[in-house]
């Protein structure tokens, strides 16, 4: 059974900070790899999608990475600024019908 | 365009009542799925839909979910007998054939007394 895990859990940066966002799977086997944001109260907005024979993806200030073999994935964010401020969580998704499995999620805050 | 649509955005109900759960996916979305969001499980697949075949149901928790999919468009997820365990957020989204993405709906935060 597939579990993905994120650490850390909770973190909290000053303006301007480059941060990491860590992502953990058990099973190797997948399809696809996204990270999501979640605003309080809000639905999911998907960041980056990286397919399982991609190493990276990059949009604006974010980079995602993926290394299937060690079954991990990084978000990173440069520069960050307080409107990054929200939940991210990472997915999973098998071949097929590409049901996800999300991570237990990450909550960012920035301060001004 | 407009993207995935939720109703109600929140429902308090009582124990034991029947709820229904609207979603309404982009248009020409063909694949359609449901999660759960709550405080002890975090976010976990429900069922998914794909055009008109049959949908995969492995993730529904008890027979008291259901859900359907009339004309490969709105989706409605039916929970019968509502127990406090089943307050949660439950989120929808929708997906274009042969892509990747998933878009989410707002989600409808169900809370059952």
């Known amino acids: 059974k597939q579990e993905v895990t994120q650490i850390p859990a909770a973190l909290s940066v000053p303006e301007g900070e480059n941060l990491v966002l860590n992502c953990s799977f058990t099973d190797s086997a997948i399809y696809n790899l996204q990270w999501f944001r979640q605003d309080p109260g809000k639905g999911l907005t998907s960041l980056l999608l990286?397919?399982?024979?991609?190493r990276e993806q990059t949009s604006g200030r974010l980079n995602a990475s993926l290394d299937k073999s060690s079954g991990r994935s990084t978000l990173y964010i440069a520069a960050s600024q307080p409107g990054d401020s929200a939940t991210y969580l990472c997915a999973v998704g098998r071949t097929g019908f590409q049901k996800l499995v999300f991570g237990t999620g990450t909550r960012l805050l920035v301060s001004p | 365009g407009a993207g995935v649509s939720q109703s109600p955005s929140n429902k308090v109900t009582e124990k034991g009542k029947d709820v229904e759960l609207r979603c309404d996916p982009i248009?020409?979305?063909?694949?359609l799925y449901w999660y759960r969001q709550s405080l002890g499980q975090g976010l976990e697949f429900l069922i998914y839909?794909?055009?008109?075949?049959?949908?995969?149901k492995s993730g529904l928790p008890s027979d008291r979910f259901s859900a359907e999919r009339t004309g490969g468009s709105v989706s409605t997820l039916t929970i019968q007998r509502t127990q406090q365990e089943d307050s949660a957020v439950y989120l929808c989204a929708s997906r274009k054939d042969s892509t990747d993405t998933q878009y989410f709906g707002p989600g409808t935060r169900l809370t059952v007394l």
């Open positions: 248009s020409g979305h063909t694949a």
């Open positions: 990286i397919q399982s024979s991609q």
């Open positions: 839909f794909q055009g008109n075949s049959a949908p995969d």
